[in-house]
């Protein structure tokens, strides 16, 4: 992505938007690359992700530590920091209608996750994670800044998808920004590693009763673990294109359950009781 940021003219190296779901080490170092290489001239109009002080709201690897890095960074670069939402956290309320925030460029977003429940339980595991790493949670250090697929075989998979789910419990995945982007007609549901029951019940505030979400794609969360894609969730959407963001080196992600229910649950209009 450096590269390819590299490639752009200077003066369109320029975000609008940057959202870092969670702390998990795979969705956060890469932005630390980011913003850490000063060479990329890259302008950044704002930033959403929850910080150790969002879950103080009233109201796989884990990467805490890395968590407080960028709050430095944030803090240093002077990036607006959740402005939209008055640099609270980025969350959705309880009741009433979803978060929807609007870009310049004319892109909606709708917060679909977390909850301020998902925040409060990461609470203790931040703490503990930054103890063990020897820093204080909430109280980022300055950083110094630097100078200037997996073959699947033969698949049943009628018996894959209908393999016993167990849902994800991880704190730091159920700490996800999950969004619905809306532009020009075109809607977009990015999962980040929610947890599915956060998003089903998201998606039931967007669309009550049995009614369905119509979208253009889905990126799969948690690239596509098994204990992330149920079939309660597919059955929220009508969707034809599913997005697996992951190469498989590391958790073998996208797990045969999970493509399976893609597969057969997951079609435009299949969706049985």
């Known amino acids: 992505l450096v590269d390819k940021v590299k490639s752009l003219p200077a003066g369109s190296r320029r975000l609008e938007l940057l959202v870092v779901t969670h702390v998990d080490a795979d969705h956060i170092a890469g932005v630390l690359k980011f913003l850490e290489t000063p060479s990329l001239g890259l302008e950044v109009a704002e930033i959403w ?20 890095d960028l709050s430095a960074d944030i803090v240093a670069g002077k990036v607006p920091w959740n402005t939209k939402f008055k640099g609270g956290a980025v969350k959705v309320p309880e009741t009433g209608p979803l978060p ?79 969004l619905l982007l809306r532009y020009e007609g075109t809607t977009v549901l990015l999962g980040a590693d929610g947890h599915p029951s956060v998003i089903e019940a998201g998606l039931q505030r967007l669309v009550p009763g049995n009614g369905r979400l119509k979208l253009d794609a889905y990126k799969v969360a948690h690239h596509g673990s098994q204990n992330n894609v149920n079939r309660a969730l597919l059955s929220r959407i009508d969707c034809s294109r599913y997005l697996f963001s992951s190469n498989g080196a590391i958790y073998h992600h996208p797990s045969r359950e999970a493509v399976a229910r893609v597969l057969k649950y997951g079609k435009s209009g299949n969706h049985p009781a």
């Open 49 to 68: 992700f929850n910080a150790y002080k969002h879950l103080l709201e009233k109201g796989e690897t884990f990467g805490p530590a890395q968590g407080e």
């Open 100 to 178: 929807s925030k609007k870009l310049d460029g004319g892109l909606e977003l709708v917060v679909l996750g977390p909850t301020m429940e998902k925040l409060r339980i990461l609470k203790p595991v931040w703490i503990q994670a930054c103890k063990d790493a020897g820093i204080k949670p909430g109280k980022p250090s300055p950083r110094p800044r630097p100078p200037g697929l997996e073959a699947f075989g033969p698949l049943n998979v009628d018996v894959l998808a209908d393999a016993v789910f167990k849902e994800d419990a991880t704190e730091a995945n159920g700490s996800s920004i999950i």
